[in-house]
């Protein structure tokens, strides 16, 4: 069964530096997609960013980056210059072609320091 | 363009009961998968719909059952309720159910079981 674990329960970091929030994964499919998800407090699940596990190049949306490790099944996502606003539950989560559902880390807290 | 919405927010119940959930997909989707989110935990599949019938089901007792309606609305229906089932319910609406289409999520349904 494919698992997702993300080994940082909480991180924090100061207004306009940088993170980077790990993920890894466990499949022994070849092809499948990556995500991550933010959860504000007002609960919606909205997605971040997505990487296709056949393309090579790193997903970049603004200010947020991945870097994607297929070998090492590792897939960590880079906020830089963080805004106040980037506080949330932050989730990664895995998907197969021939899967229908989404499997979800269990999450990292982000807090935003002023 | 309304997003996935989901009713009631909140809903509070007692053990043994039976509870209704319903999801309204975003315009144009056809497809409504189910999540259950215990407090700190990340999302667990619950099941997907479409085209009116459940394509894949989670690990999740024959308690949880569901529906979707030939306008792509879903419901999700619990019965004997057990403490364990207090939880978010998230719902999410994709088209045609594959992982390259992004799922989008509503707020979803706090359930509370006392």
């Known amino acids: 069964a494919q698992t997702v674990t993300q080994s940082q329960p909480e991180m924090s970091v100061q207004e306009a530096e940088t993170v980077t929030l790990s993920c890894t994964y466990d499949?022994?499919?070849?092809?499948?997609?990556l995500f991550w998800y933010k959860q504000p407090p007002s609960r919606q699940m909205i997605l971040v960013i997505r990487q296709e596990a056949y393309k090579q190049q790193n997903a970049t949306e603004n200010r947020f980056s991945v870097n994607f490790q297929k070998a090492a099944k590792s897939f960590s996502l880079k906020i830089s210059d963080s805004q106040l606003g980037d506080a949330a539950m932050y989730f990664c989560a895995y998907n197969t072609q021939g899967a229908q559902k989404l499997v979800f880390g269990q999450g990292t807290r982000l807090t935003i320091n002023p | 363009d309304a997003g996935v919405t989901q009713s009631p927010t909140h809903l509070i119940k007692t053990r043994g009961q039976q509870v209704t959930l319903r999801c309204s997909p975003k315009?144009?989707?056809?497809?409504v998968s189910w999540y259950q989110q215990a407090l700190g935990q990340g999302p667990q599949f619950i099941f997907q719909?479409?085209?009116?019938?459940?394509?894949q089901r989670g690990n999740f007792p024959d308690r949880f059952s569901g529906h979707q309606f030939p306008n792509y609305s879903s419901e999700l229906n619990v019965n004997a309720l057990l403490l364990g089932d207090s939880a978010l319910y998230l719902c999410?609406?994709?088209?045609?159910?594959?992982?390259?289409?992004?799922?989008?999520f509503g707020p979803g349904t706090r359930l509370t079981v006392t």
């Open positions: 315009s144009g989707h056809d497809t």
């Open positions: 499949t022994s499919e070849s092809d499948y997609y």
């Open positions: 999410a609406s994709s088209l045609g159910g594959g992982p390259t289409y992004e799922q989008y």
């Open positions: 719909y479409y085209e009116e019938e459940e394509r």
